[in-house]
């Protein structure tokens, strides 16, 4: 594993083979992360919180126990995965696709829009928003997180 400058890492984590964490990512107390995983800059992962093999966290994501992640690519004209939290703080999706972020679903459709267009690449990135939006997990996520609420 290769751990960045800054970085701070919890009581009782384990870190498979092949993961690099980026400079100041900080991940909580019992955390797990599988083999071969990239953890950007900034990151910011909660106690207890598994991500499992082979999965990109881009810079400054924040993902927290109860948070819902998807993880999808490669994708686009440079391979790149995309991933998805819908946090219980934010109540919304933010979106990373490599080092780019875009924090709402909107603003990830508009980037689609200016970038790709009416391409394939552009098709490619709209089906796989709407099939983010409509994922059966994230509507479990959505009403576990309410129903804790009441």
């Known amino acids: 594993a290769s751990i960045g400058d800054g970085?701070?890492?919890?009581?009782?984590?384990?870190?498979?083979?092949?993961?690099?964490?980026?400079?100041?990512?900080?991940?909580?107390?019992?955390?797990?992360?599988?083999?071969?995983?990239?953890?950007g800059n900034g990151v910011s992962i909660g106690n207890g919180v598994s991500i499992g093999n082979g999965?990109?966290?881009?810079?400054?994501?924040?993902y927290n126990a109860g948070d819902w992640l998807f993880v999808f690519g490669p994708q686009g004209p440079n391979n790149m995965l995309a991933t998805v939290v819908w946090s219980v703080e934010n109540r919304e999706l933010q979106w990373w696709v490599g080092c780019r972020h875009a924090k709402t679903t909107e603003q990830m459709l508009e980037k689609i829009e200016r970038e790709h267009g009416a391409t394939a690449h552009g098709d490619d990135y709209r089906h796989a928003v709407q099939c983010v939006v409509n994922h059966p997990g994230l509507a479990r996520a959505i009403a576990c997180a309410t129903k804790k609420e009441a």
Do not use: L, Q, Y
């Open 55 to 62: 999965a990109s966290i881009g810079d400054g994501a924040k």
């Open 7 to 39: 970085a701070s890492i919890g009581n009782g984590v384990s870190i498979g083979n092949g993961v690099s964490i980026g400079n100041r990512a900080s991940i909580g107390n019992r955390a797990s992360i599988g083999n071969g995983v990239s953890i």
